[in-house]
Each structure stands twice: as C-alpha cells, then as structure tokens.
C-alpha cells in the first residue's frame, strides 16, 4: 500500500544533542510537510518542501531545520533540543497545494527531551 | 488571521447515541474545511472534506456541511461506537498557503458500552 512512513516512532535524546528524524513516502507526492503536536495541543506547521522549493513558516524556531534529498524522502533535523522540544513530530505529503488537495500523514515520531 | 475553534472536550456519549461536535472558523475568502480523526499514538487521518460552501462531506457514517453564512462545519453522527473513540480535528486550509492546514485545538470523544 502506498503510504507514508515515519522513522523512528518513538525518539528519546538529551537536551542539547541534535536529532534527526526521517519521513519517507511512496505516493510519489510532491509537497512534504512538516507538523510539531505538543500533548493535547493542534498540530502546528513548522515548514513545507514543495518539489525542492523550502518553505518556513515565519514562527518556526531556527533550531529546526529540514533537508529534502529526493521526492521519496524528507528530514527534520533539531540542532540542539530543549525540554520545550518535547512532542510529536507529523509528516505528511499532498499532490499540489490546492484548497481541497488532501494531505496524507504518518504515523508520527515521538520525540523525548531528557 | 485564519483560525479555527472547536467545542472542548472530552465528550463522552453512550453508544449508539447520537454525536455532534461543534466547529467554526474564521477565514478570509473560501477556504476548504475538514475533519481529521486521530486515534491514540497514531497520526491524522482525513474523515472528510468539503470545498465550497453548502458541500456535505461524508465518510463512514459522519458528516458534515459547509455553512458559510454561520462559518461552521459541524461534525455529525447518527449512531457513534466504541471505535469511534479519538480526538477529531477540524481544520481548514486557503488555497493561496502553500497548502498549510489550519487545525482547531481538538475535540477528545470517549464512547462506553
């Protein structure tokens, strides 16, 4: 089946020490997205890759960052966690960005700050 | 700017009762409206959508219509069951953000035997 893959689910690191965690998709979609959900909380866009084009949202912390190697794969790199890190880590992926374009996601990882 | 907001949770409803969970937006322009569901340590799945205004979107007995005059998009169920049990999220999305979705703060249903 065609989907959208997480790895790892569950992350745990210290704080300070980067982390990098990894999406990868066989629906051969061209928009990758990347969501932060703290506990009990909406998820809350961090950026987005459309094709090889990078897009930041303007509150996303220069801590995180992303590399898209190749259409199947996208990563979210931490540069050095802080306890406020601590959450679940959503990708997903869309075929164009239009209105009623429908985003698919994984599994998520859930990132821990010790 | 956009937002969403739904009713707080957690609902919790016998089964075979009958669900609604409340959500209204506040958006320029013509968004898209959704419903995600997310089941405990999964991530979101999409329950249904709707486009343009009057549009019922329905999926595995739920529903929703896109009433513009009252920004509201209110999830429905005739019937709920255990496995109904998870967080539902409404969002919306505008065609001119890059595709970025736009979720209310959750709403936690807890269906008992």
């Known amino acids: 089946d065609a989907m959208v893959i997480q790895n790892p689910r569950y992350q745990v690191t210290q704080f300070g020490k980067p982390v990098t965690l990894s999406c990868s998709q066989t629906l051969n979609h061209n928009v990758m997205y990347w969501y932060q959900q703290k506990s009990s909380q909406a998820p809350k866009l961090l950026f987005h890759y459309y094709d090889k084009d990078f897009n930041n949202e303007a509150d996303t912390p220069d801590n995180f960052q992303s590399r898209r190697p190749n259409t199947s794969f996208c990563f979210l790199d931490i540069r050095s966690p802080g306890l406020g890190d601590a959450a679940m880590y959503l990708c997903?992926?869309?075929?164009?960005?239009?209105?009623?374009?429908?985003?698919?996601f994984g599994p998520g990882t859930r990132l821990t700050v010790l | 700017g956009d937002s969403v907001t739904q009713m707080e949770g957690p609902v919790t409803l016998s089964e075979e009762a009958f669900l609604t969970i409340n959500c209204t937006y506040t958006?320029?322009?013509?968004?898209?409206l959704f419903w995600y569901v997310q089941y405990p340590g999964e991530g979101l799945q999409l329950l249904l959508k709707a486009t343009k205004a009057d549009d019922k979107g329905s999926n595995k007995g739920f529903e929703a219509t896109y009433r513009k005059e009252t920004t509201s998009f209110h999830l429905e169920k005739g019937s709920v069951q255990v496995s109904d049990s998870a967080v539902y999220f409404c969002?919306?999305?505008?065609?001119?953000?890059?595709?970025?979705?736009?979720f209310g703060q959750g709403t936690e249903l807890s269906v008992k035997p």
């Open positions: 958006a320029t322009g013509y968004p898209s």
């Open positions: 997903a992926t869309s075929r164009g960005q239009g209105g009623g374009s429908e985003q698919f």
């Open positions: 969002a919306l999305k505008q065609g001119n953000q890059g595709g970025k979705l736009i």
